[in-house]
């Protein structure tokens, strides 16, 4: 994971370098916020949680009204797995990683209201959960006696993407962000490599896509 860091890092440099006074319309933006993220599966029961995301973006004019955005944007979102006859209450788990965007964006009002939208590179880390509830249960099957915990799903994919749809507006120098990000690819897909894992499940794959709402202020150098 911190190859792929540096990787973007180094694109990230190139690319500014590259459209830094390229045009009058290019903007350097640094953004941060919060996010609500929820985690869509029928694996378990989830219920979403509060997280937050920032990194720095280059608004490129590209065509007309048409712009691109190339961003890389560290995130730590926020979900609860839920409750089953073993426990009374969900449990919080935390995803970190780092996203790059690519994005077209149609400037509805130029430099200060636009429509976003294109796919995200996702990396992951491992889930984490506090240390005293790494033993809970998430899901438990009363038939098998089967029970999964918070430590048996913690290293899922690494590796994901996403759509990204939003809109921005303000001025030059300070705009707001509001964007849908849907993960349209299987978070716990590394999970079912696990035949014993999966077993725990009745011998059944597990499923589970992130959707994260994103509010954020960006600063435009």
């Not at 009374?88 to 780092?98: C, W, Y």
């Amino acid at each position: 994971m911190k190859k792929l860091v540096v990787l973007g890092a180094v694109l990230f440099s190139c690319f500014t370098f590259a459209q830094y006074g390229y045009r009058d319309g290019n903007r350097i933006g640094i953004a941060a916020g919060v996010s609500h993220c929820s985690l869509f599966t029928s694996s378990f029961d989830a219920k979403p949680g509060i997280g937050f995301a920032g990194g720095l973006s280059v608004r490129g004019n590209y065509y007309n009204d048409w712009s691109m955005i190339y961003g890389m944007q560290f995130f730590n979102s926020q979900f609860s797995l839920g409750k089953s006859s073993l426990t009374t209450r969900e449990t919080e788990f935390s995803l970190q990683g780092v996203q790059i965007r690519l994005l077209f964006s149609y400037n509805i009002v130029q430099d200060h209201v636009s429509l976003d939208f294109g796919p995200v590179l996702q990396v992951n880390g491992k889930l984490a959960v506090n240390a005293s509830s790494k033993t809970n249960v998430i899901k438990y099957d009363e038939a098998s006696k089967q029970a999964i915990r918070a430590e048996d799903i913690l290293d899922v994919s690494n590796i994901g993407g996403a759509f990204y749809l939003g809109f921005s507006a303000g001025s030059k120098t300070v705009r707001a962000q509001v964007f849908y990000q849907y993960g349209f690819t299987n978070l716990f897909n590394k999970l079912n490599k696990n035949t014993d894992l999966t077993a725990l499940n009745s011998n059944e794959n597990f499923k589970g896509n992130l959707g994260t709402l994103n509010g954020q202020i960006v600063f435009n150098l």
